[in-house]
């Protein structure tokens, strides 16, 4: 039984030690171009909202009828997740 412990334990030690290797990216190794995030902070050239559509009534799946009188300036989102879909 000691034996198989002996051998797990030198076979995790091999495999920590192959992880820690070199990944030969020497001086001949040619650059790769990385992806361009979006940033946050930057000023996205987005359009201006259409000001002709309004006011504009929008009726909900219960039938209530709503006016939006002017074109919205803000939203709020209500969970991370709607969140992530309005910068998606």
């Not at 030198?10 to 992806?35: M, R």
């Not at 009534?57 to 002017?70: C, K, L, N, P």
């Not at 074109?71 to 879909?85: F, Q």
Request: aromatic share 8%; glycine share 10%; charged share 15%.
């Amino acid at each position: 039984m000691r034996i198989v412990f002996v051998l797990a334990g030198l076979i995790a030690v091999l495999v920590f030690a192959a992880a820690c290797g070199d990944d030969d990216g020497g001086p001949d190794a040619t650059p790769v171009e990385t992806q361009k995030f979006f940033d946050c902070t930057e000023a996205f050239p987005g359009s201006a909202p259409d000001a002709s559509a309004f006011p504009a009534e929008v009726t909900d799946g219960s039938g209530r009828s709503v006016a939006i009188e002017a074109a919205p300036l803000a939203i709020a989102s209500l969970s991370a997740g709607h969140t992530e879909i309005l910068y998606a």
